[in-house]
């Protein structure tokens, strides 16, 4: 098993730029979230999906897109970057229950210039 | 809303002294706590976790917690500290209830970084 993988691990961008944060796992968990950390804020949640076709807003999804058209693929889009963006994020999977350990993918770097 | 605090930054220490990492949380209802760690260049990784049952919980490398409801609080120790024990740790809640629609959202505190000199 792969576990959860990320790509790519470091991004630059100029501000308004988009792209898309990949992320899949072939564990096949039902759960799947992205999460960004920054110094001080620990890890905020961004985005989750409880299963393919389902998605919902974490604590900060403002400037961010998902859609999870399959189990194993959960993207993360960025629509038009922001320097307030710049973070690491990770990118999780679990079974779908809460006592479930989330296992975590190795993080992209972003930074928007 | 739930939140997570994490009283200490920064920590530094020497090898094979004790640590002791605290961790408040605010919810009302049932909760389930972690501790994860993440070591220099990795990603983070489950140290141990309480949900039910005996709430001094033990993990992986020697690490305990204990889960005081009275409290709110679910602290992190380990007796003797090596220099591989030098990482961030974080602690996270989230709801014990075990609905499915509801995912597995944890809340994190804002982590601890730990410095073991050798």
């Known amino acids: 098993n792969a576990g959860v993988t990320q790509t790519p691990k470091f991004q630059v961008l100029k501000t308004g730029q988009s792209m898309t944060l990949q992320c899949a796992q072939d564990m096949n968990h039902e759960y799947m979230s992205w999460y960004r950390q920054d110094p001080g804020m620990g890890l905020r949640l961004i985005h989750y999906s409880v299963g393919a076709g389902i998605t919902d807003q974490g604590e900060v999804p403002n400037g961010y897109n998902v859609s999870r058209s399959t189990t194993e693929d959960f993207p993360l889009r960025l629509l038009s970057a922001a320097p307030s963006q710049t973070s690491v994020y990770f990118c999780a999977s679990s079974r779908g229950t809460s006592a479930n350990t989330q296992y975590f993918g190795p993080g992209t770097r972003l930074t928007v210039l | 809303a739930q939140s997570v605090s994490q009283h200490n930054h920064h920590v530094i220490l020497s090898e094979a002294a004790s640590l002791e990492l605290g961790c408040n949380y605010s919810?009302?209802?049932?909760?389930?706590l972690f501790w994860y760690v993440q070591y220099p260049g990795q990603h983070l990784q489950l140290l141990l976790k309480?949900?039910?049952?005996?709430?001094l919980v033990k993990g992986i490398k020697g690490f305990e917690a204990e889960f005081i409801k009275s409290k709110f609080s679910f602290n992190l120790r380990k007796p003797s500290v090596q220099w591989s024990d030098t990482a961030e740790y974080f602690c996270a809640v989230n709801s014990g209830a075990m609905i499915k629609a509801a995912g597995n959202k944890l809340t994190f505190g804002g982590g601890t970084r730990v410095l073991v000199k050798p």
């Open positions: 309480y949900f039910s049952g005996d709430p």
């Open positions: 919810y009302g209802g049932t909760v389930n």
